[in-house]
């Protein structure tokens, strides 16, 4: 079955780089973008970027511009999330969610529809 | 950057009621990368509504989905004890709303 199994807790300290894997099953892993999305504790989500995994584009939100490296291994079906330059207001849980798209009468419709389970930072000297 | 607003923040209601949510987009969004999505504690997002209307796979038919340009709307229309969650609109490839959550009255 198609699953995205996500990468252990992460404890780092601030200043330091934290970068979360994704690894994909059950699906043609370059036929699908990969987002990120992520969920400080108590708060809402928070999306970042997607990355293609066929060509290695990325676009990520303004707000981890300069920040956030997503990047991918095809021969592992992986995907992986880098946020350098952590604070503690980075602590959160991110989730990496395969996108799909559905074609109705030439109109694209895009979600995210398979989610990992999350994998938990925490930022804390 | 398109901001999406979600109302009410918390709906309180009891099982069997109808529930109706709001997501207001600050300007028009096309109703094709409109998605809904519930989130229960400790779980990841699961995906309700994509194309502001349509159904993925697997929802129960008493979730619905509505609305155009700015407005749109997730209605559930029975609620079950399961649909006690947080929900979320997006559009696709930027931010979601703050969420609604829905609690047992």
């Known amino acids: 079955q198609v699953q995205l199994v996500q990468s252990g807790a992460e404890v780092k300290k601030p200043g330091a780089s934290v970068k979360v894997s994704c690894k994909a099953s059950?699906?043609?892993?370059?036929?699908?973008?990969m987002h990120w999305v992520r969920q400080a504790p108590g708060q809402g989500l928070e999306w970042m970027g997607w990355?293609?995994?066929?060509?290695?584009?990325?676009n990520y939100a303004q707000k981890f511009q300069g920040r956030v490296t997503m990047t991918r291994d095809t021969s592992i079906s992986t995907a992986y999330m880098e946020l350098s330059r952590l604070r503690s207001d980075d602590t959160a849980v991110y989730y990496c969610a395969r996108e799909d798209v559905v074609v109705v009468a030439a109109d694209y419709y895009y979600y995210m529809d398979v989610w990992g389970k999350g994998t938990t930072v925490t930022v804390s000297s | 950057e398109i901001v999406l607003t979600q109302s009410p923040g918390t709906l309180s209601l009891s099982p069997g009621e109808r529930a109706t949510l709001s997501c207001r987009a600050s300007?028009?969004?096309?109703?094709?990368?409109l998605a809904w999505y519930q989130q229960k504690p400790g779980q990841a997002p699961r995906l309700l509504i994509y194309g502001a209307s349509s159904r993925a796979t697997g929802i129960p038919d008493r979730f619905s989905g509505s609305g155009s340009g700015t407005d749109f709307t997730l209605t559930i229309s029975r609620l079950e004890p399961e649909d006690f969650a947080v929900y979320y609109c997006?559009?696709?490839?930027?931010?979601f709303g703050q969420g609604t959550r829905l609690e047992i009255k």
């Open positions: 059950g699906y043609t892993f370059t036929g699908y973008y």
């Open positions: 997006q559009q696709y490839g930027s931010s």
């Open positions: 300007q028009s969004v096309s109703s094709s990368y």
């Open positions: 990355i293609n995994p066929n060509s290695g584009g990325t």
